[in-house]
């Protein structure tokens, strides 16, 4: 297991760096591919089998991806509007994950083709098409902001950080159960773990940001420039604790579909949508923090 997750870390980081170094198309490209892919990946393991067909699980790729590229492409994509999107989106992964009874949970876990969903397969893939439509696309969004090379860069070191710290602290340290309901392997150690280093890339990345790129800063007026930095703390807490419910979402999501991984897509981690969770939280939180700071 750990030869496979560092074989496909040791491929999978830097086409990861590859893309965010260069220039927005090739980064918008990846992350409209990988965005499609992880809503076919939602929908094969909401509905297996015949509850859903590949047309199904294609047509829920291709309606993100589209999405995902008017939102990179078009000079008036109406961003606001992303609010009421994830509003939507939040409402119906509340209805995905509103607990049902028990003896669904136990005949769905036994065997699933013989059960009737608990939701009706169609909120299943508007579920999963507004989940990575709504708030993957914002990493686009990020991408293409005044220089959105440095906060992808952000973003993604304290995602990978908190991730890091609470996997390596919980096994480390970890005694008492964080939500076990939810993720029985989680602990309250490792999400503090988790959340310290976050916290501590959040700030380091954020101080090596050219200055010009920092909220706030204005040159011509010293005071408010010297003042410019109240925001990096509450960002600094914020961001780990969005990348660690955005796990947790995934993590009750999985339970939901009553399944490990939503795929075998990558050795030893699961599939696309496994790896995304923390990620479908800190980039939005980011970007409009960003836009916030710089009013």
Do not use: C, N
Request: glycine share 8%.
């Amino acid at each position: 297991m750990l030869r496979q997750r560092l074989a496909v870390a040791a491929v999978g980081l830097p086409l990861l760096a590859l893309a965010v170094a260069g220039p927005e198309p090739v980064f918008g490209a990846l992350v409209t591919l990988v965005l499609a892919l992880a809503a076919f990946e939602f929908v094969r393991a909401a509905l297996p089998g015949s509850r859903s067909s590949i047309e199904a699980r294609v047509a829920a790729a291709v309606v993100v991806a589209l999405f995902a590229a008017s939102a990179r492409t078009l000079d008036e994509f109406p961003e606001r509007s992303l609010f009421g999107l994830m509003a939507v989106a939040a409402i119906t992964l509340a209805v995905l994950l509103w607990p049902r009874r028990p003896d669904d949970t136990y005949a769905g876990r036994i065997a699933p083709e013989s059960v009737p969903p608990a939701v009706p397969p169609p909120t299943w893939w508007l579920g999963g098409v507004l989940y990575l439509a709504a708030f993957g696309t914002h990493w686009l969004l990020l991408r293409t902001g005044y220089d959105g090379r440095a906060w992808v860069i952000v973003a993604l070191a304290a995602t990978f950080a908190t991730d890091t710290g609470a996997y390596a602290v919980g096994r480390l340290l970890g005694r008492h159960l964080f939500v076990p309901r939810i993720s029985p392997h989680k602990t309250w150690e490792g999400a503090i773990g988790g959340l310290a280093a976050g916290a501590l890339a959040t700030v380091a990345l954020v101080v090596l940001l050219p200055a010009e790129a920092r909220p706030g800063f204005a040159p011509e007026r010293l005071v408010d420039t010297l003042r410019a930095g109240w925001w990096l703390a509450p960002l600094a807490v914020l961001l780990p604790l969005a990348a660690i419910g955005g796990d947790l979402v995934e993590s009750a999501l999985k339970r939901a579909m009553h399944v490990k991984d939503t795929s075998h897509l990558l050795p030893g981690h699961g599939g696309l949508l496994d790896r995304l969770d923390s990620l479908l939280a800190t980039g939005p939180l980011l970007y409009w923090f960003v836009q916030w700071a710089t009013l």
